[in-house]
């Protein structure tokens, strides 16, 4: 079908603004009288807290407010989405991270003490005043010690947070029968989001005594936990969303709304909450790391026939999303591929490491590492080609995946990964030292929450008496065109030009709820709401205009900002005429509608049966590396991605969401680690913490397909966190082949590259894997 | 201390504290808020500007070390009002996300460009490689970069 729009790349709403630097983020909002937060954090991982002397503090001139645990009036922080979570979570221990540590510190960073004050200035120095006598206690620091007889406990019930299992067939029966069988381990560090804009937030207090937050989140919801910890009504507290200088999931958690509540109510005046980079590294949520233990076993000729999982993620200090980060993980444990028999086994667990929490695939980029060096390794050890040896296996429409949900669409496994792997062109050859190799990673990831949340999305579409549109939905915009794709739905249904639609306000209060703009939801969920709203209004304008110009509304046509007859565009009436005439007609011109996502039960707790999510999306990412052997220094020289993203609203935007979400991917792959010494970080600076820049960032060709099959408006799938699903696995499998030896461990840093050639080398034995054939 | 400099082509007489960064006094004492603070430590490279129009990172130049000298931000990069030809082309190539590395970026492409009309793909990375950039993957940026020179 033909659109006017949609699929289209017109310059994004905020584009112009944001080229001029004009938009107002969060940190950039001044008021008068406003005061400077600081926040006082525990050096240590896991200390008791003997005393917390604030007398100094307080008389530092400058200084209004120095609040500790006791000022707080609710002191809990609680993770309560709308929805079924509590039948998700049932035996879960789930310790609620207090707002300011009261008795003991669980990590390095924890909130202890927050401080207003004149300046920024006296704000840091008031920090150093305040006197905490701390006595240090046992940690403990890695999940499998954690989970031993006698290990320190950091909550009251122990350090098992939450299990998963699937149970499908007889796993260990099969496994028995199987050809060949490959069994690896896989392990990923904690990984930092590192968006540019730390978390950021001001606050104040209205006329009707409201409390206002304008908060860098990708949770409008949570102004419910600051009025939650303020023992406030809801409605008393509002928040506005500023467009966010990324997220990437690091602003799904609470991050400064309640301490910038705290401190607002308590001095009623204006205040600014900037973390900074060190308090960014080390105060919110990383991605969990992940052991990762793979049995796969197939036949001679390569069909898999069972799979077993264990996976260990380490939750660090608090619960924050790790049980719903873990279900990410069970679901994808197997990857896009028919196993007729599964067993996986899931845990997090408590450590005083940083809390882990939300990172872009929510659990799903540790597994592909996992599923996706399996296939790897059993086509070495079948002697198959790896693409043959997947295109074989791959799920197909009607097939079950592991919880036995049937897949009622295609996902073009196939063809995403034949058209990513030809896109890299032809081989090329090393050059001295420098060893040329291939690999690739296909990839599932779910779009949109839990069926059983029964998440929904409210929007407000309506006219104007110039002929304009505008849009009302409170769905944050970090930064992927979230708020302009609504803005392309609406052109495209009420046949407007797209720079004829305004949409305002990402507000808890004013704006209908959307939900939150995390798990690849907002073009589902909200898209929708506009999809039907907007159609609502069409029915009027088309309504009115038959009325007026004398036709069937059959043949009224909607299109750039005018009503036509079909056949006769004479008989022509723009729309702000026709919206006129509505409005003294007393026609409506605007609607507010909900979309409510298809819901099923939870799944099954024993067995893990069920639907847990509405849809995926599939694609594969192809990547070429450069590998010294020398150095073990790793280069990706070239990566190729396809997905099927359904249908492309801003086919720019979805390029975009591909080609940053592969080079954060890269990041993870080659550079990225949080190091921790017993739960202390010892990298918390982006001099020491590295991410991608312009020249680690390859050469990326990017292959959409629209398969018109997704659940969003137009069919369209999500893309956000698919499109960084796949990239570490593709340049582990790649650099295994160069390196013609297992890398399993992540980063993989030219230290662990370099001793794998080593090994390699040291080796009797030195057959490359046979997947090389397919380079 | 009061400080006198060429601000985005305008004469600027301003007062700060000693202690401030040029990033202190763009932001806290002009309210100019196009330049943002990433890391504090000159490693991000978003608070990028150009000083006699060299670029720097504004949270590492104190800021008396303007005193007599010119300063551009991202608020004075257009042209008699209109965006110029790099903004247009960040704008058309999609090169903004997020939008908070932009400024920054924007104002290492303009030095390059003043110092090398027609850059290769390779000189726009390396010119650029001080900028992160955690949204794009740097590919529209950098094909931004190359229609601005080519629309010269």
């Known amino acids: ?775 | 201390m009061r400080l006198d400099f060429t601000l985005n082509n305008h004469p600027c007489r301003a007062e700060a504290p000693a202690h401030w960064t040029v990033l202190d006094l763009l932001r806290d004492g002009l309210a100019l808020t196009a330049t943002k603070y990433g890391c504090g430590e000159g490693v991000c490279g978003t608070c990028t500007v150009l000083l006699d129009g060299e670029p720097v990172r504004a949270c590492l130049v104190l800021a008396s070390r303007l005193r007599g000298r010119t300063l551009l931000t991202a608020e004075g990069l257009e042209d008699n009002g209109q965006p110029d030809r790099l903004q247009s082309a960040f704008a058309r190539a999609g090169a903004a996300q997020c939008g908070f590395c932009t400024p920054g970026m924007l104002l290492s492409a303009r030095a390059l460009l003043a110092a090398n009309p027609s850059p290769t793909e390779h000189d726009v990375r390396e010119a650029l490689a001080g900028n992160l950039c955690r949204c794009t993957g740097y590919t529209k940026i950098i094909e931004a970069v190359l229609a601005a020179a080519g629309a010269r």
């Open chain 1, 1 to 775: 079908m033909a659109y006017r729009v949609i699929g289209r790349s017109p310059p994004r709403a905020d584009a112009w603004e944001k080229v001029r630097g004009r938009p107002i983020y969060a940190g950039d909002l001044a008021m008068a009288g406003m005061l400077h937060g600081k926040i006082v954090r525990s050096p240590y991982p896991s200390a008791r807290i003997v005393k917390i002397d604030t007398s100094e503090a307080r008389a530092l001139p400058g200084v209004v407010a120095v609040l500790t645990h006791a000022e707080v009036p609710q002191n809990a922080l609680r993770m309560e989405l709308p929805g079924r979570m509590a039948e998700a979570t049932a035996g879960a221990v789930l310790a609620t991270q207090p707002v300011l540590a009261e008795d003991r510190v669980r990590f390095q960073g924890e909130p202890v003490a927050a401080i207003a004050a004149e300046t920024p200035e006296i704000a840091a120095e008031a920090a150093e005043r305040v006197r905490v006598e701390y006595e240090p206690l046992p940690g403990v620091y890695d999940p499998a010690e954690a989970l031993k007889p006698g290990a320190p406990h950091v909550h009251e019930g122990g350090n098992l947070l939450r299990a998963w299992h699937i149970r499908k067939g007889d796993a260990t029966e099969a496994l028995a029968r199987a050809d060949v069988i490959v069994e690896k381990t896989y392990r990923t560090p904690f990984v930092d989001h590192v968006y540019l804009e730390t978390e950021t937030g001001i606050g104040w207090i209205d006329a009707e005594g409201t409390l206002v937050l304008r908060v860098s989140t990708q949770v409008l919801e949570h102004f419910r936990d600051v009025a939650e910890v303020l023992r406030l009504p809801h409605g008393k507290v509002r928040l506005e969303g500023a467009y966010l200088g990324g997220g990437f999931g690091g602003k799904e958690d609470v991050t400064v709304e309640c301490l910038l509540g705290l401190l607002v109510w308590k001095t009623r005046r204006p205040v600014q909450l900037v973390f900074s980079r060190e308090e960014s590294f080390i105060g919110h949520g990383k991605r969990h790391p992940y052991l990762l233990r793979y049995k796969s076993g197939a036949t001679r000729t390569g069909e898999l026939v069972a799979m077993e999982v264990e996976l260990v993620s380490d939750s660090g200090a608090y619960a924050a999303l790790s049980p719903w980060v873990l279900l990410y993980s069970l679901v994808t444990a197997t990857g896009p591929y028919r196993v007729p028999h599964v067993k996986v086994d899931a845990f997090t667990v408590y450590t005083n490491n940083p809390v882990a929490s939300a990172y872009r695939t929510f659990g799903s980029i540790q597994t592909c590492i996992g599923y996706e060096g399996q296939m790897d390794a059993l086509a070495a050890a079948l002697s198959m080609d790896p693409l043959e040896l997947r295109e074989k296996n791959f799920l197909r429409k009607g097939d079950r995946i592991a919880t036995g949900q049937v897949l009622e669409s295609e996902p073009m496994l196939g063809e995403t990964m034949r058209r990513a792997w030809q896109a890299l062109g032809p081989p090329r050859e090393g050059d001295g030292p420098v060893r040329v190799a291939r690999g690739l990673a296909a990839s599932f990831t779910p779009y949109g929450r839990m069926c059983w949340t029964r998440d929904s999305a409210s929007a407000w579409v309506g006219m104007e008496l110039d002929g304009s549109a505008v849009v009302r939905c409170a769905a944050p915009d970090v930064g992927g065109g979230q708020t302009s794709s609504l803005c392309s739905i609406t052109a495209e249904v009420l046949g407007l030009p797209v720079e004829h639609v305004a949409a305002v306000g990402r507000d808890s209060h004013f704006t209908p709820r959307a939900g939150t703009t995390t798990a690849t939801r907002q073009l589902f969920m909200s898209g929708n709401a506009v999809l039907k709203a907007a159609h609502e209004v069409r029915r009027h304008l088309v309504d009115q205009a038959a009325e007026m110009l004398e036709a069937a509304r059959e043949d009224i046509e909607l299109t750039e900002g005018r009503a036509l007859v079909r056949g006769a565009p004479d008989r022509a009436i723009d729309f702000s005429a026709l919206v006129k005439a509505a409005t003294a007609a007393g026609r409506p011109v605007q609607a507010l509608d909900k979309y409510d996502a298809p819901s099923a039960p939870t799944i099954d707790p024993i067995t893990g049966q069920g639907k847990p999510f509405n849809d995926y999306t599939f694609g594969t990412q192809a990547v070429e590396v450069e590998v010294d052997e020398e150095t073990g220094q790793t280069r990706v020289t070239k990566l190729a991605a396809c997905y099927d993203v359904g249908q492309a609203i801003n086919r720019q935007s979805a390029e975009g969401q591909i080609e940053g979400g592969a080079v954060q991917g890269l990041g993870h792959a080659l550079l990225e680690e949080v190091v921790l010494e017993d739960g202390v970080s010892k990298n918390p600076h982006l001099l020491d913490y590295k991410i991608p820049t312009t020249l680690d960032a390859p050469e990326i060709i990017t292959i959409l397909l629209e398969s018109g099959q997704g659940l969003g408006p137009f069919g369209a799938k999500g893309i956000g966190e698919p499109a960084m699903t796949p990239t570490p696995a593709a340049v582990m499998n790649a650099v295994t082949r160069a390196a013609r030896a297992p890398l399993t461990r992540f980063p993989l840093t030219a230290e662990r590259v370099l001793a794998a050639l080593k090994s390699q080398s040291a080796s009797k034995n030195p057959s490359p894997p046979s997947g090389e054939r397919a380079g």
